[in-house]
């Protein structure tokens, strides 16, 4: 049994319980209800606990406050969804405004004639001690890496060259990606991507139900693994995401694909990607959700309007060299949208 003394994380979350306590109860008679097993030893000499439980107690609330939100609040949830926003992540969004903010006003209220109101640090150094990076500055760093390593053919990196990029990627946005995963592969993981419509997302959709770049245009058949939700009904936050930010790949040129139809079919179904724009560094996380293009295009993706928006790919740039990555992401903890940051760091902050 690990038992602590508080403070650090374990502190924020034995403040956390504290916070939800009811008044005139005292933090050992709590504890014993709210955590089973975890027993009182002198709290005024000794602040111990048993951190292990209380963490996974906390954590099972904090698992059932998201889900009633979303039942109670299916307007909100759907708010949240279209703006590419997560519950859990609010905190992260608002630290980020408030050091901002703060920053801008500090600079805003200081006169020349009082020097000791400027900060003594730049903005950005504040900021970045803080936790945040201007995206700029992630992109540069990581298109720095990346382009000495990208050939000017397509099709795939060699082996060495695929780990590399791996680990750039990981210590970059803090995403596990790699060229094939499970034991499969696409037969193009560097190649050219082109701009594609908006899916129907449920039976009776149309794109005026769409919230973003309606010029796109809808596709008349439905993607390669149908629709998206059963019905309008069910057309929850995942379902949005994965229509405004999907992928088509052409997995029926597969080598396998006949052969292991049932087998295939079901696990590219929604698989999770990193696609880059090796020329910009741009990056989105998206998911498989049509089959294409054709080869006679000359295209070996195809990307939704909001992927390529992601990507710098629209206008005149409709068409662009893309790395594609499976993302392997068991615990589903990867947000769907474009990379601006270290997702691994907002993952510790939220």
């Given at each position: 049994?690990?038992?602590?003394?508080?403070?650090?994380?374990?502190?924020?979350?034995?403040?956390?319980?504290?916070?939800?306590?009811?008044?005139?109860?005292?933090?050992?008679?709590?504890?014993?209800?709210?955590?089973?097993?975890?027993?009182?030893?002198?709290?005024?000499?000794?602040?111990?606990?048993?951190?292990?439980?209380?963490?996974?107690?906390?954590?099972?609330?904090?698992?059932?406050?998201?889900?009633?939100?979303?039942?109670?609040?299916?307007?909100?949830?759907?708010?949240?969804?279209?703006?590419?926003?997560?519950?859990?992540?609010?905190?992260?969004?608002?630290?980020?405004?408030?050091?901002?903010?703060?920053?801008?006003?500090?600079?805003?209220?200081?006169?020349?004639?009082?020097?000791?109101?400027?900060?003594?640090?730049?903005?950005?150094?504040?900021?970045?001690?803080?936790?945040?990076?201007?995206?700029?500055?992630?992109?540069?760093?990581?298109?720095?890496?990346?382009?000495?390593?990208?050939?000017?053919?397509?099709?795939?990196?060699d082996p060495a060259v695929e780990t590399q990029v791996s680990q750039i990627i990981s210590a970059s946005f803090g995403i596990n990606a790699s060229a094939s995963l499970d034991h499969q592969r696409l037969n193009h993981s560097l190649g050219w991507i082109g701009y594609e419509q908006h899916l129907r997302r449920y039976p009776g959709d149309s794109l005026g139900q769409h919230d973003e770049e309606i010029q796109a245009g809808i596709a008349p058949g439905l993607g390669g693994w149908g629709y998206f939700a059963s019905a309008e009904k069910g057309l929850d936050a995942e379902a949005i995401l994965r229509e405004k930010y999907y992928l088509a790949v052409p997995v029926m040129y597969l080598p396998n694909w006949k052969q292991d139809l049932a087998f295939l079919r079901d696990w590219y179904k929604f698989r999770k990607m990193l696609v880059v724009n090796v020329e910009t560094g741009a990056a989105v996380v998206a998911v498989i959700g049509d089959a294409g293009p054709a080869a006679w295009t000359g295209k070996q993706f195809g990307g939704s309007p909001e992927v390529m928006r992601a990507l710098d790919l629209t206008g005149k740039k409709s068409k662009g060299k893309v790395l594609i990555y499976f993302i392997d992401d068991p615990n589903n903890q990867v947000p769907l949208g474009p990379v601006k940051e270290n997702i691994s760091q907002a993952v510790q902050l939220t």
């Open positions: 049994m690990r038992r602590l003394a508080l403070g650090g994380t374990s502190g924020n979350l034995i403040s956390f319980a504290v916070s939800i306590m009811p008044k005139h109860s005292s933090f050992a008679s709590y504890s014993r209800r709210f955590v089973p097993g975890v027993k009182a030893q002198n709290w005024a000499r000794r602040n111990v606990v048993d951190v292990d439980k209380l963490t996974q107690r906390l954590r099972h609330h904090r698992d059932k406050a998201r889900e009633r939100f979303a039942q109670n609040h299916p307007h909100a949830s759907l708010w949240l969804a279209k703006r590419n926003l997560e519950l859990g992540k609010i905190r992260l969004h608002s630290q980020k405004l408030l050091v901002g903010s703060g920053i801008s006003a500090a600079l805003m209220l200081s006169a020349p004639a009082s020097p000791k109101l400027l900060p003594e640090k730049p903005a950005a150094v504040r900021l970045a001690a803080a936790g945040f990076n201007p995206t700029s500055t992630t992109t540069s760093r990581f298109l720095g890496m990346l382009t000495p390593l990208i050939p000017q053919r397509i099709g795939h990196l």
